[in-house]
DNA sequence: AAGTGGTCTAGACCACTTG
DNA sequence: AAGTGGTCTAGACCACTTT
């Protein structure tokens, strides 16, 4: 095999597929390919790593199970972006007024520069004296908010949105990240836990002080892996559903 | 191809990997292997379906990546016996007074044999005039009750634990099943909300009236897919945190 | 028509478990 | 030593997408 294909730091007694699973999200991870351009076919991946089609096949498998890649016949592999829009479908059922199910409409409230404490810090492994960006989010349906976020950003990654005028940033967050700061999120690890309202919660979210608050806290990394936003997001427990299958 | 080995209903269409992955769910459904029991080898099963090695092998990675079977080099292929046991860690973190993670006991506290409502009759396909045998069970740590439980399920299946001294139940529910009744549990999906703790609550798990209490309803299914319990668990929301992974 | 991934073959050799 | 799954080969033909 053609060890010179591989990374140095590659544990060459793992399978093929195994490397050139690493290997390829390494690439990946480097920007290699974005998530419009097609990955190399099967035919010229498989002469560069010197493997036979099923090695090669069984690797790239691995990707997509793991949701990092997808692939299409006729088309080719592509890089994927996760699906965010429906994360937080998982966990609350918004319906309008109407009663149809709603993507709600986000709004920074607040932006300031500031050093974030110790635990935001570890999380996104910045050095002590790093400054982040804070942001104080809602999200609406109806015009009536139903989310509060608090959203912290490594300073460095994110200096365009130090400056951006408020109002220019748009409905979305991790589109912005690419469009302005060329930060792609490529997974996330979110929290739930249950607390109850504050004076807060109570007075944004129209509930009473005490009721059930549920809480997810994200960490949101890039294709490297590396931490880029750590987010809490709040909302009333009502609206809360959340269903897993277990074998 | 030997058409024959496959079951009336299925599709010709679909590809061979898929129709014996269907194939072995059926047979296994059908109690043809036990979770003790290893499914025959490749080589058998590659001539008992005449296709190629790689054909029974995607169609077996299938059923490893749905949890229904497990494989171990050497030793064989084997039906996954699904470990409830770490089910109740993904919700709560339960912790002895000295800090240990620990398995809650269980304790069954009350046995009617009811006619079952309408969403839980429906839960279990029940027919209407049919009867359930209903527990009710609570689960300790230190002697001290941190989880409710509500119990259905349908007669006829599980006729033994009609009369079944409530002393003799023991501390898990499935393995007794399995024992008692020869029901195995295969699967189950489950249903977290939030509600706010009701008397019963309050006075059973020593929290406050109104205090947020987790909810998750689980509907456990044979491994025809069979649903044959339909359980209610309720406890504080101080101990609840969980975690997904997205990409 | 050309290029892509999807399915499938008929083997080989290796690593691990059990008698 | 025999039997099991784990890795890997070097192709073939098919279905779908794009030009």
Redesign the pocket.
């Known amino acids: 095999?053609n060890t010179a294909s591989f990374h140095a730091n590659a544990d060459l007694r793992?399978?093929?597929?195994?490397?050139i699973r690493d290997d390829l999200v390494r690439r990946i991870a480097n920007g290699e390919w974005t998530p419009e351009q097609?990955?190399?076919?099967?035919?010229?991946l498989c002469e560069a790593y010197?493997?036979?089609?099923?090695?090669?096949?069984?690797a790239?498998e691995l990707l997509v199970a793991e949701g990092v890649v997808t692939?299409?016949?006729?088309?080719?592999?592509f890089v994927r972006r996760p699906r965010f829009d429906s994360s937080l479908f998982r966990f609350f059922r918004f319906k309008s007024a109407e009663g149809q199910a709603v993507q709600p409409i986000g709004r920074v409230l607040k932006r300031e520069i500031v050093k974030p404490n110790k635990a935001i810090r570890d999380a996104l492994q910045m050095e002590p004296t790093e400054k982040s960006i804070h942001l104080s989010r809602v999200r609406l349906i109806d015009s009536k908010p139903v989310l509060r976020e608090e959203i912290w950003l490594a300073r460095p990654r994110f200096d365009a949105l130090a400056t951006l005028p408020l109002d220019d940033f748009g409905n979305l967050m991790y589109p912005l990240y690419e469009r302005a700061c060329r930060q792609i999120v490529a997974s996330a690890t979110e929290t739930l836990t249950v607390e109850q309202a504050n004076q807060e919660d109570a007075a944004t979210l129209h509930v009473d002080v005490g009721s059930p608050v549920i809480m997810v806290n994200r960490v949101a990394l890039d294709f490297a892996g590396t931490p880029i936003e750590w987010r809490t997001t709040r909302g009333a427990a009502t609206g809360f559903q959340y269903q897993v299958e277990i074998r």
């Not at 692939?71 to 592999?77: E, F, L, N, P, S």
Request: aromatic share 4%; glycine share 10%; no cysteine.
């Open positions: 095999m793992l399978p093929r597929y195994q490397l097609a990955l190399p076919t099967e035919a010229d010197v493997v036979s089609i099923g090695t090669l096949r069984k790239i692939r299409t016949q006729g088309k080719g592999t």
